[in-house]
């Protein structure tokens, strides 16, 4: 069963603008990481955020973390083309299994 | 530095047959799990290897095994196959231990297609 729930399952948004993607999930975690993929390839590793942090920033990405809420935040500022794919939040307890949502499909119209 | 690899990149196979696909970690890394993503679904956990033993297993069936070697590479093998076995199969690899960041590297994956 999947832990994560992303939200929304598409979306759909003009180049240039920012991109905002939410996880859920049900249980503690150890850390949360978001994952891109094209076209049913393989998966590309975009940033880990550990439980005990709150924001995490790599280059256009911005993830935040809220562990009360057992939630998580993904921003893409100033979109691309190339930025269009499917986003996937995976929750883990250490270097164990990760656990996936059923991601979000992000368009970026030009 | 190379990174995960798989093969093959895309497999026919048809009910009842046996499947093995195979992966080879990033350099330097020691744990290889397989994950397996049904089209518009997200990756579930098949097993995890660390030191050529199944360290953790997901809730799959015992028609999927694996096996890790000495080189660290590993492979799943799928018996007795059913339609529902099609999907991308996902090969991730990490570093256990205490230089562990916790990430997971995926490969580009194996199309299954059973019929």
């Known amino acids: 069963s999947q832990q994560g729930e992303e939200d929304p399952q598409a979306l759909s948004i003009q180049e240039g603008e920012n991109a905002t993607m939410n996880c859920s999930y049900k249980?503690?975690?150890?850390?949360l990481q978001w994952y891109r993929q094209n076209s049913g390839r393989g998966l590309v590793h975009l940033i880990l955020i550990r439980s005990n942090e709150r924001e995490k920033h790599s280059g256009r990405l911005r993830v935040t973390l809220d562990t009360s809420k057992k939630s998580s935040s993904l921003l893409i500022t100033a979109s691309r083309a190339a930025d269009t794919a499917s986003y996937f939040c995976a929750t883990s307890q250490g270097a164990q299994k990760l656990v996936f949502g059923q991601g979000t499909r992000l368009t970026i119209n030009p | 530095d190379a990174g995960v690899t798989q093969s093959p990149t895309h497999l026919i196979k048809t009910r009842g047959q046996q499947v093995t696909l195979r992966c080879s970690p990033k350099?330097?890394?020691?744990?290889v799990s397989w994950y397996q993503q049904a089209l518009g679904q997200g990756p579930q956990f098949i097993f995890q290897?660390?030191?050529?033993?199944?360290?953790q297993r997901g809730n799959f069936p015992d028609r999927f095994s694996g096996h890790q070697f000495p080189n660290y590479s590993s492979e799943l093998n799928v018996n007795a196959l059913l339609l529902g076995d099609s999907a991308l199969y996902l090969c991730?690899?990490?570093?256990?231990?205490?230089?562990?960041?916790?990430?997971?590297?995926f490969g580009p994956g194996t199309r299954l297609t059973v019929l």
């Open positions: 991730a690899s990490s570093l256990a231990g205490f230089l562990s960041t916790d990430t997971q590297y």
């Open positions: 249980t503690s975690i150890n850390n």
């Open positions: 350099s330097g890394h020691d744990t």
């Open positions: 290897y660390y030191e050529e033993e199944e360290r």
